[in-house]
């Protein structure tokens, strides 16, 4: 297995970042070191204005198998190790989706189970192979998953959540794009191409615009309707006032 769980290529002719995770004869699962990595990597990227986009794809059969739990220490950990080597490592690369200025496209192909579901649900735009499956198995484990679960929130029905959390049922993608986990699903053999038409498309517009979309999309789910449509306004004019 590489000692490197991802690479990072820039592409200057489509203004675009691709992130892909390399491990694909382990199903590309990730120790908690991998993820604080691939977190910083996804800041870095976003907020180089070279950027207008971040793909983030795998190399092999499936997506991401999920993380790798962390080795048994002597002695039982307490909830504070837990929370700083456990649960802020994992918050932080959601946040990381979430909070970059630019949007976050996801490719997934095969299986994405547990936190690679999580991070699939966390990105902006999930492109789906039609072949792909996406579960959240930890309660197998007897492990409530309420990080995975804080990343469905805002895109998966509260009820679709409790079912995959509950059952440990695995669905389809397009059972997923239903849902909404997914943006778009595409059979196996054209979704390099789709996400090339995308990647294309994007890469064309001003960086301005693609940030004012993303920033819109995050902020006017907490407010009320009027607040939103303030905020709407205010947003397009700044941006059009730039291009």
Same mark, same amino acid.
């Given at each position: 297995?590489?000692?490197?769980?991802?690479?990072?290529?820039?592409?200057?002719?489509?203004?675009?970042?691709?992130?892909?995770?390399?491990?694909?004869?382990?199903?590309?699962?990730?120790?908690?070191?991998? #993820?604080? =990595?691939?977190? &910083? /990597?996804? +800041?870095? *990227?976003?907020?180089? %204005?070279?950027?207008?986009?971040?793909?983030?794809?795998?190399?092999?059969?499936?997506?991401?198998?999920?993380?790798?739990?962390?080795?048994?220490?002597?002695?039982?950990?307490?909830?504070?190790?837990?929370?700083?080597?456990?649960?802020?490592? #994992?918050? =932080?690369?959601? &946040? /990381?989706? +979430?909070? *970059?200025?630019?949007? %976050?496209?996801?490719?997934?192909?095969?299986?994405?189970?547990?936190?690679?579901?999580?991070?699939?649900?966390?990105?902006?735009?999930?492109?789906?192979?039609?072949?792909?499956?996406?579960?959240?198995?930890?309660?197998?484990?007897?492990?409530?998953?309420?990080?995975?679960?804080? /990343?469905?929130?805002?895109?998966?029905?509260?009820?679709?959540?409790?079912?995959?959390?509950?059952?440990?049922?695995?669905?389809?993608?397009?059972?997923?794009?239903?849902?909404?986990?997914?943006?778009?699903?595409?059979?196996?053999?054209?979704?390099?191409?789709?996400?090339?038409?995308?990647?294309?498309?994007?890469?064309?517009?001003?960086?301005?615009?693609?940030?004012?979309?993303?920033?819109?999309?995050?902020?006017?789910?907490?407010?009320?309707?009027?607040?939103?449509?303030?905020?709407?306004?205010?947003?397009?004019?700044?941006?059009?006032?730039?291009?």
């Amino acid at each position: 297995m590489t000692d490197n769980a991802f690479t990072t290529t820039f592409d200057s002719s489509r203004h675009a970042t691709t992130l892909t995770l390399i491990r694909g004869e382990s199903g590309n699962r990730l120790t908690g070191a991998d #993820i604080s =990595a691939i977190a &910083a /990597a996804i +800041r870095d *990227a976003s907020h180089d %204005v070279r950027n207008k986009l971040l793909v983030l794809r795998a190399d092999g059969e499936h997506f991401c198998l999920g993380r790798i739990p962390d080795a048994k220490g002597a002695t039982r950990p307490t909830a504070l190790d837990l929370r700083d080597s456990v649960a802020s490592t #994992i918050m =932080a690369l959601y &946040a /990381a989706v +979430r909070y *970059a200025p630019i949007p %976050v496209i996801c490719v997934a192909q095969g299986d994405a189970r547990g936190f690679g579901c999580a991070v699939a649900a966390q990105c902006d735009i999930t492109i789906a192979s039609r072949t792909a499956r996406f579960s959240l198995p930890e309660l197998d484990t007897t492990i409530p998953p309420t990080l995975a679960m804080s /990343a469905l929130l805002h895109k998966v029905p509260p009820k679709i959540i409790a079912h995959l959390v509950y059952t440990r049922q695995t669905i389809s993608a397009d059972d997923a794009r239903h849902f909404g986990l997914v943006s778009q699903v595409s059979d196996p053999g054209e979704l390099t191409a789709d996400v090339d038409r995308i990647v294309d498309s994007l890469g064309e517009k001003p960086r301005a615009a693609l940030t004012t979309i993303k920033e819109y999309l995050w902020n006017a789910l907490h407010v009320d309707p009027v607040a939103s449509a303030q905020l709407a306004q205010n947003m397009i004019s700044v941006a059009m006032s730039s291009f």
